[in-house]
């Protein structure tokens, strides 16, 4: 992530920001429902919350980012299982660790954990997902935390 020279990188800097009212309470209310005692580290996960979004899109892709992709199918699709895989092959350096779990007679959940280029991740999760068979993929996106402090 560039580095952005008008602020000292590991000072911590007291801003004052301006908010209506009503929207401070709404914001108190859903930080305090998820276990913040401090306003102040609610906001910079915020701020780097959006700052994960943008390294995934950014128009060239390029930053390495890091994700978990779930999903679930169904193992008696015809030719499924080994469609799956030869995906995976496909991206090789992709896929840091994999987990897979029987969860009834019919259906496996597999967890990949993921670390690359944004690019190449959308494309691993969008081949994965349209493979008749896959119940449901989801994409959690996160970062190497290398641009987050
Ligand atoms: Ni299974």
Redesign the pocket.
């Known amino acids: 992530m560039a580095k952005h020279t008008h602020e000292p990188a590991d000072e911590l800097i007291r801003v004052g920001i301006s908010l209506p009212g009503e929207l401070l309470g709404a914001f108190d209310d859903i930080i305090a429902r998820q276990g913040y005692t401090n306003r102040s580290e609610a906001i910079r996960d915020l701020i780097r919350e959006r700052l994960v979004t943008e390294e995934w899109s950014k128009p060239s892709a390029k930053a390495n980012v890091a994700g978990t992709l779930s999903i679930v199918y169904d193992?008696h699709q015809r030719d499924l299982v080994g469609k799956l895989i030869d995906i995976q092959h496909d991206h090789e350096g992709l896929i840091v660790s994999t987990l897979?779990v029987?969860l009834d007679h019919d259906n496996?959940l597999e967890v990949l954990v993921l670390r690359g280029a944004a690019s190449r991740i959308e494309s691993l999760t969008n081949a994965l997902r349209s493979q008749r068979g896959v119940k449901h993929a989801t994409l959690s996106m996160t970062s190497t935390g290398k641009g987050l402090r």
């Open positions: 193992h897979h029987h496996c």
